[in-house]
Each structure stands twice: as C-alpha cells, then as structure tokens.
C-alpha cells in the first residue's frame, strides 16, 4: 500500500479499526487470512502514517471477539474521540 501526501497534515487524526474473522458458526464460510491481513493492516498505519500525521488510533477486533456490538461499540468510541479533538 502506497500513501502519497504533499504535506503533512499535524492537526490530522487517523482512525482504523481493522476486523478479522477467520471461523465463521457457518463452516463453509472459513477463512484462512482474515486475522493476519487485520492485524497487517493495523500494523501498516500504526508504523507507517505517523510520518504524516499527528496520531493514529488503531483497533483490532478478531475472531470471537468481532460481534455486530463489539464493532458497533468501536466506531462509537472511535466517533466520540473524534468529536472531542
């Protein structure tokens, strides 16, 4: 992934929230790289965007834990923290 930028944006905020889920209650719809490409992404913008932005506010949520709340609850607070800056 590449992210062009002409200039540095110090008073920008970046939010991911990165969501893998590898086993599914339905066993046809198993994945094998959900997780591993969540945590890569995660792990991109945590290492790679400070270098243009001011902070990075990255979630992860995998597997079990990736229930339709435990994702609705994270874009609130990440909405919330928005909001507050």
Request: hydrophobic share 45%; with cysteine.
């Amino acid at each position: 992934m590449t992210i062009f930028c002409r200039q540095p944006a110090e008073e920008t905020d970046l939010y991911v929230l990165a969501v893998g889920i590898d086993a599914y209650r339905n066993p046809d719809l198993k994945l094998r790289y959900a997780e591993s490409d969540a945590r890569g992404v995660a792990a991109f913008f945590r290492s790679r965007a400070t270098e243009l932005i001011r902070s990075v506010r990255v979630t992860e949520i995998l597997s079990e834990q990736a229930t339709a709340a435990a994702i609705r609850k994270a874009l609130k607070r990440m909405a919330e923290d928005a909001l507050s800056r």
